[in-house]
T-cell receptor, first 112, second 114 residues
Framework: EDKVVQSPLSLVVHEGDTVTLNCSYE??????LLWYKQEKKAPTFLFML????IEKKSGRLSSILDKKELFSILNITATQTGDSAVYLC????????????FGGGTRLMVKP | EAQVTQNPRYLITVTGKKLTVTCSQN?????MSWYRQDPGLGLRQIYY???????DKGDVPEGYKVSRKEKRNFPLILESPSPNQTSLYFC?????????????FGPGTRLTVT
């Protein structure tokens, strides 16, 4: 059974801080790992990672995958209050079509 | 505008009364999926569909049915809802192929079964 564990469960920081969110996984036949941001509505897509060691970057957010150690990190630099959200990590299993298994999420609160 | 729509957005019903939550996408996506989101359990997949007339069970399919008669629609059916199906439900769609996998989520349906 595929499994995704995210840490920490929640995090409170101040504006300007840098945060690192962790995602470890077990999957039968890895296809991709995805990060989503969820505010008070449906999740929105951030990154898809398929190869180890290649950093994906979008503004202040970046993410990298380690397929040997089975984890990914999501970094947010110079955090802003608008970054406050739940960040979800999911893995896609090649053996199960596009089936995604989600982690429980990390709740980030950025205080002014 | 590319979007996934769900209806209703909020529903309160009683145990055993059949209900359907509709999901529709306007992006010609092959893949559609239903998730439920519960506190402490995160997002769990109920059913997914790779294309018209092709559906498969996700992690938590018990108590649910789906159908995919048209590419744009993927309704979720609860034949006999029970209180443990009280949850927040999301429909999502994406393309099957291609290097960019962006799954679009609907706005969510909050279901309460009493």
């Amino acid at each position: 059974e595929d499994k995704v564990v995210q840490s920490p469960l929640s995090l409170v920081v101040h504006e300007g801080d840098t945060v690192t969110l962790n995602c470890s996984y077990e999957v039968t036949n890895f296809r991709s790992l995805l990060w989503y941001k969820q505010e008070k509505k449906a999740p929105t897509f951030l990154f898809m990672l398929t190869s180890s060691g290649i950093e994906k970057k979008s503004g202040r957010l970046s993410s990298i995958l380690d397929k040997k150690e089975l984890f990914s990190i999501l970094n947010i630099t110079a955090t802003q209050t608008g970054d406050s959200a739940v960040y979800l990590c999911a893995v896609e299993d090649n053996n199960a079509g596009n089936m995604l298994t989600f982690g429980g999420g990390t709740r980030l609160m950025v205080k002014p | 505008e590319a979007q996934v729509t769900q209806n209703p957005r909020y529903l309160i019903t009683v145990t055993g009364k059949k209900l359907t939550v509709t999901c529709s996408q306007n992006m010609n996506h092959e893949y559609m999926s239903w998730y439920r989101q519960d506190p402490g359990l995160g997002l769990r997949q109920i059913y997914y569909s790779m294309n018209v007339e092709v559906t498969d069970k996700g992690d938590v399919p018990e108590g649910y049915k789906v159908s995919r008669k048209e590419k744009r629609n993927f309704p979720l059916i609860l034949e006999s809802p029970s209180p443990n199906q009280t949850s927040l439900y999301f429909c999502a769609s994406s393309r099957i192929s291609g290097s960019s996998y962006e799954q679009y989520f609907g706005p969510g349906t909050r279901l309460t079964v009493t």
